[in-house]
């Protein structure tokens, strides 16, 4: 007799989990053992009951999907299904080894096939055929050749390393900075103020310059002189006169242009 895959539901909409429950309760196979409405939930039932699988939204405040996979134990890591609306994260998703990716609104076919695809995974026989099934499914999502998303996966590969820290001196003093402690960057003149753990720390340096520092999963431009850490955005506000304001989880509330807000928009 074989055990149900033991299943978390991790995504910061209500309506999306108790529909994804109720689905994935007709299929034979998996128990969902647990709902999360975001990421720091997530890791702590992860830790608490040690799920087989994790269907894992990637778009969420405050911590996305990716940041969720980045927290977890690599030793003992649930299967992961990314659960998303968006179709550009599949090469990332790859990347991370997921075994599926399900575009929202979700069709009762692929459910069941990322279903029994954990299945076959759990049992050890899907190991070698799951890239090149995910492979398969990047391919018909995106339109791409398969040999332009081999090459897109081998730049991704090989792409940038950003640095965990950024020196500011000081004169005599030099002052190293995490960059995950960084909420938001605005520029003053010829300087750069770095907000950080509620200091802020002035550094002598070119908006583009600092820009290239950072990583842009986390680090995005939200105005001609302000970058934002999206990590630390809970709520995003609109006026009247179209323009936007992120508002962090520290409270702070960080104007968005219009011009940028192209650009952007898919993060949250």
């Known amino acids: 007799m074989t055990t149900d895959m033991s299943a978390i539901i991790v995504d910061d909409e209500s309506l999306a989990r108790k529909g994804l429950r109720l689905r994935l309760a007709e299929i034979d196979g998996v128990e969902v053992v647990a709902e999360c409405s975001n990421g720091k939930e997530a890791?702590?039932?992860v830790a608490e009951l040690e799920p087989d699988l994790?269907?894992?939204d990637i778009q969420m405040p405050g911590m996305s999907g990716f940041d969720v996979v980045s927290k977890l134990q690599q030793d003992d890591m649930p299967l992961i299904i990314f659960v998303t609306a968006y179709d550009e994260y599949a090469i990332k998703a790859f990347d991370v080894h997921a075994v599926d990716y399900l575009l929202k609104p979700?069709?009762?076919g692929r459910l069941q096939e990322a279903v029994d695809r954990a299945l076959d995974h759990k049992s050890m026989d899907g190991v070698v055929t799951d890239k090149q099934r995910l492979l398969e499914l990047i391919i018909s999502i995106t339109g791409k050749s398969e040999s332009a998303i081999t090459q897109l996966l081998k730049d991704h590969t090989g792409s940038k390393a950003?640095?965990?820290?950024i020196a500011i001196k000081d004169g005599g003093e030099t002052t190293l900075v995490p960059t995950a402690d960084i909420d938001?960057?605005?520029a003053a003149g010829d300087y750069m103020c770095i907000h950080a753990n509620e200091e802020t720390h002035v550094m002598r340096?070119?908006?583009k310059e600092l820009e290239d520092q950072l990583d842009?999963?986390?680090f995005q431009r939200v105005h001609?002189?302000?970058i934002v850490n999206l990590d630390r955005v809970t709520k995003v506000c609109s006026h009247m006169n179209g323009e936007f304001h992120l508002i962090l989880n520290n409270g702070a509330s960080i104007k968005m242009s219009r011009s940028y807000k192209e650009k952007v928009k898919h993060f949250f």
């Open 106 to 108: 979700i069709e009762d």
């Open 205 to 207: 340096i070119t908006m």
């Open 224 to 226: 001609r002189s302000t």
């Open 184 to 186: 938001w960057v605005d």
């Open 54 to 56: 994790i269907f894992l």
């Open 43 to 45: 890791l702590s039932k």
């Open 216 to 218: 842009p999963s986390n």
């Open 162 to 165: 950003y640095p965990e820290r």
